[in-house]
């Protein structure tokens, strides 16, 4: 059940209930595409920061240890200790990032396996399968990410084949409920808009998946691939108005602190991203000044924690001085400390921001912190 509990503007303050657990929206999810996150944060320290949903990826779980083992093992809640909802994203995305080594056909797509080099093919009943398997809480219908930019006859294809691909996702994941062996018969199902940068495909698309049946949530997939913000945020206006208004909405793959903020603005409840991971990897950590190079040769004596108002266990225990030596010996806490740093701060933002909207002061919030957030401190 999804409860909308207030709005400010087109912002939405929500609850999403699943089988593990309620999600407050607007969220981040935290990314952990192998069932673990980069970095060396486990599960216990995803609590400490305040996870509520964590996102784990089918292609390449599926590729290992694959689905079977982590069935036979309970799911991924009991495989990685986890107790909090889960999404599991379809492998649509990783498809499409392989495209050197993949064909797309109407029964699904066939592509090279990365470690071994075996043949694979995943159409829409397998991503189903896999992501039942697994467990997951909310699992992603099978689609295709279109490149942008694209032919718009290409794109126009693209999508018919991604709707005819839902439906059959639909049907599959109501016969994988009904078998007595399925590990979280109340997994939802999301849907997925694509259309690539071209509004009246994204709009009519839209249009047409939110009168299927079956779907508990839809997404805007297909962003984040090479068009700019402007694009992005183009195409969030064009397609929002058209989201069923009582169902979550989640932006795949997005983004920066101010891409959620923005998204937020627009009426989206939920986001994930790699980026606070390949963030921290580089020493670059994100604070309510904006973001900051622990890097940078000014931090070499600095004693002074990241954010001295941070209660993350970075900033609670070691300086940036500290980090940065990590970091330049490369040492793995270095990048621990930076992960743990980066997602409690994406945690927090989300917890504000559900906090301004339900105190009707998100539009201050909104027109303050889209000035700052994306500086470099």
């Not at 935290?30 to 216990?44: E, P, Q």
């Not at 590990?183 to 509004?199: A, R, S």
Request: some cysteine; aromatic content about 10%.
């Amino acid at each position: 059940m999804y409860e909308i509990l207030t709005t400010c503007g087109k912002a939405r303050r929500a609850r999403l209930e699943t089988p593990h657990g309620i999600i407050e929206t607007p969220v981040f999810m935290n990314v952990g595409t192998a069932a673990a996150i980069r970095g060396g944060a486990s599960t216990d320290d995803l609590r400490e920061i305040g996870t509520l949903v964590e996102l784990s990826n089918t292609y390449h779980l599926h590729m290992q240890p694959g689905e079977e083992l982590i069935s036979r093992l309970g799911g991924l809640h009991k495989f990685m200790n986890w107790d909090k909802p889960v999404l599991t994203d379809s492998g649509g995305f990783q498809v499409f990032s392989l495209q050197k080594i993949r064909r797309i056909k109407e029964e699904g797509a066939y592509f090279t396996s990365y470690i071994d080099g075996r043949k694979i093919f995943m159409g829409p009943e397998e991503s189903m399968q896999i992501q039942s398997k697994l467990g997951s809480d909310i699992a992603m219908a099978f689609d295709e990410c279109i490149e942008n930019p694209a032919p718009k006859d290409y794109v126009e294809k693209s999508v018919a084949r991604t709707t005819r691909w839902l439906r059959r996702c639909i049907e599959e994941h109501r016969r994988l409920a009904n078998l007595p062996e399925t590990i979280n018969p109340g997994q939802l199902l999301f849907g997925i808009n694509q259309g690539g940068t071209y509004d009246d495909i994204r709009v009519a698309h839209m249009k047409e998946i939110a009168e299927i049946e079956g779907l508990a949530g839809y997404a805007i997939g297909g962003l984040s691939v090479g068009e700019s913000a402007e694009e992005m945020y183009r195409i969030i206006d064009a397609v929002e108005p058209f989201m069923p208004k009582d169902k979550p909405r989640y932006l795949m793959g997005v983004g920066t602190p101010l891409n959620i903020l923005e998204g937020v603005h627009r009426g989206i409840d939920f986001f994930d991203c790699v980026l606070p991971l390949r963030n921290a990897q580089h020493g670059n950590v994100f604070t309510w000044n904006g973001k900051v190079r622990i890097l940078a040769e000014k931090f070499k004596f600095d004693g002074t924690p990241i954010d001295e108002n941070c209660g993350c266990p970075a900033c609670r225990s070691y300086s940036k001085g500290y980090i940065r030596h990590l970091l330049k010996a490369d040492e793995r806490l270095g990048m621990r400390l930076c992960v743990l740093h980066n997602l409690w701060f994406y945690n927090e933002m989300m917890a504000k921001i559900r906090e301004e909207i339900e105190n009707g002061t998100f539009e201050e919030f909104y027109q303050k912190y889209r000035e700052i957030l994306d500086k470099q401190v």
